[in-house]
């Protein structure tokens, strides 16, 4: 892929590396984050127009921590430090000297500009600016060539530069949004001192995934699981756009689906995308292989093992198939530590973990880099209506999470029934759009109620409505006092079998979304 003028990010490690991906792509530059070893040869063959050194957990004195490649300096480009990729530099460059850390500094700090900088256009100079720090060590002397450009109160080379050379370091995230002036000041880097040119979208995102795929499978078939979820039908999509027939995607139901799911997105690509689809009905299977099953972590255990089981035996019948795609997000990408150049763990319960090694197929997981916001611009771009692209995400195990204790058919209607209720309120109040994920939940209990002259001794449905950007962390959504009303006295009035709702108000963490 020619993708001249390219910033080119080196990954040391940092939990941010990525957030500085992103707020690239925001500013409407193509980005490639390239792990700390990769070899100079790879970053020329890019012709890159900046390169920005990430942050990263280790310390710079430490015998195994990544080192920096001086050839990073002599490509002829500007190159921005943030964080360790600033001790890197610290420490690698003549005149320059670290101090190694008694304790991590973490949180806000407040920033002093001491010099002018094209990093600082726009900014007031006299004003403190608050900033986001997370670092141990900190450079203590500037090395030869470079002017301190801004302090903190621990820090006296908070920021540092030279302009001849083009080099520039910080050692705050501006990436985070913690950091006030961070987008401006990426923005500085990227337009006046690098003068790259915007115009970098989603558009070519797509476009350029999707040439990257075609040359990357050649002649080989490729299968993909679709759940319905919007992740995995932009990958199919996507795919399909790239290989044609070549792309055969499986929708496996498991018998735990929420009502409607799966059909309404099988039946919307059989029309608009010509894709290969199967759909296998195997709600019998995993349902009686969940007959008795109490345990949260043995449920999700059968789903994913039948599910393997299932799919594979699909796969298996379509010939010449040499990879497996997923719609793997980067929020299921944990970065490791490792200081060798980072590699990738996925949460084993977020995808289906096992599949790739059994069937001995390769992974193609085109969404990797991106977090769910940009999936659904994709999406857009891919010309999906609203109900893929705005569905609420679905766990794997399906609705065998969320009917607490033992999964059978009568309960799962209760549940259905609830959610679709859920649903279908929250957008009618134009609620569902504002939340991440809003369901209901039944509980394995029974309580007392009053219905018309009688006593009942009846189900409980748990609300769970939540705010999320990741969903790594998440907060109860304060909807309205009356929608939570309507909510309720629909499913206590419709609903046969239940006669009390609650609702969770706890955050993640230390809750989780999903109570199983
Ligand atoms: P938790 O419950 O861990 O959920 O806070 C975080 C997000 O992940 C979804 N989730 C899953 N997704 N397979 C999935 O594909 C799973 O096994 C799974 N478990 C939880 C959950 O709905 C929430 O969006």
Redesign the pocket.
């Known amino acids: 892929m020619n993708h001249q003028g390219a910033v080119v990010i080196i990954d040391y490690g940092s939990q941010y590396t990525q957030l500085i991906a992103r707020r690239v792509r925001e500013a409407g530059v193509y980005s490639e984050i390239h792990p700390c070893n990769v070899g100079i040869d790879a970053i020329r063959a890019l012709a890159p127009g900046a390169v920005i050194l990430s942050g990263g957990p280790a310390s710079v004195g430490d015998a195994d921590s990544p080192g920096l490649d001086p050839q990073l300096l002599s490509l002829g480009v500007p190159v921005l430090g943030v964080c360790y990729g600033m001790q890197l530099l610290g420490h690698a460059l003549p005149g320059g000297q670290l101090a190694a850390a008694t304790d991590r500094e973490y949180g806000r700090a407040e920033l002093t500009l001491t010099a002018g900088s094209l990093l600082w256009e726009g900014l007031d100079a006299l004003a403190a600016h608050t900033v986001w720090m997370s670092h141990g060590d900190q450079v203590l002397r500037a090395p030869d060539g470079f002017t301190v450009t801004a302090r903190t109160k621990s820090v006296a080379v908070a920021a540092m530069a030279d302009e001849a050379r083009r080099i520039y370091a910080v050692q705050f995230h501006p990436e985070v949004a913690h950091t006030e002036e961070g987008t401006r000041i990426l923005h500085n880097f990227l337009f006046r001192v690098a003068g790259l040119k915007t115009g970098w979208s989603m558009a070519s995102f797509v476009e350029t995934q999707i040439a990257a795929l075609r040359e990357k499978i050649g002649g080989d078939g490729v299968v993909c699981a679709l759940?319905g979820g919007v992740d995995s039908t932009v990958v199919a999509v996507m795919l399909g756009r790239a290989i044609g027939k070549r792309l055969h995607c499986i929708f496996v139901d498991n018998g735990v689906l929420r009502q409607g799911e799966g059909e309404e997105v099988a039946s919307y690509l059989r029309e608009h995308f010509d894709l290969n689809l199967k759909y296998v009905q195997a709600s019998e299977l995993f349902l009686s292989r969940l007959k008795g099953v109490t345990d949260p972590e043995q449920k999700?255990k059968i789903i994913g093992h039948t599910f393997i089981e299932v799919f594979d035996r699909e796969a298996k019948s379509i010939p010449g198939v040499k990879y497996l795609a997923q719609g793997t997000l980067y929020p299921d990408v944990i970065e490791s530590v490792s200081f060798k150049g980072p590699s990738a763990v996925i949460k084993s319960?977020?995808?289906v973990g096992g599949l790739p090694e059994k069937m001995n197929l390769a992974l193609i997981e085109p969404l990797r880099e991106l977090f769910k916001d940009e999936v659904r611009k994709v999406a857009l771009e891919l010309g999906m209506p609203d109900f893929v692209i705005w569905r609420h995400?679905?766990?794997?195990?399906g609705l065998a999470?969320r009917v607490l204790g033992e999964v059978t058919p009568e309960r799962l209607t209760i549940l259905r029934a609830a959610d679709r209720i859920v649903t279908a309120e929250l957008v009618a109040a134009d609620w569902y759009r504002k939340v991440?994920?809003g369901f209901a939940v039944l509980l394995p209990l029974k309580t007392v109620g009053v219905m018309g002259d009688g006593r009942t001794y009846e189900h409980v449905i748990a609300l769970r409505i939540v705010d999320?950007l990741d969903?790594m962390t998440?907060d109860w959504s304060r909807v309205p006092a009356e929608l939570l009303a309507r909510i309720s006295s629909r499913i206590i009035n419709e609903v046969k079998g239940v006669n009390r709702v609650v609702m969770d108000i706890s955050s993640?963490p230390p809750s989780?979304?999903?109570w199983e």
């Open positions: 759940s999700r319960h977020h995808n995400p679905f766990p794997g195990p999470i991440w994920q999320s969903a998440a993640k989780t979304i999903e």
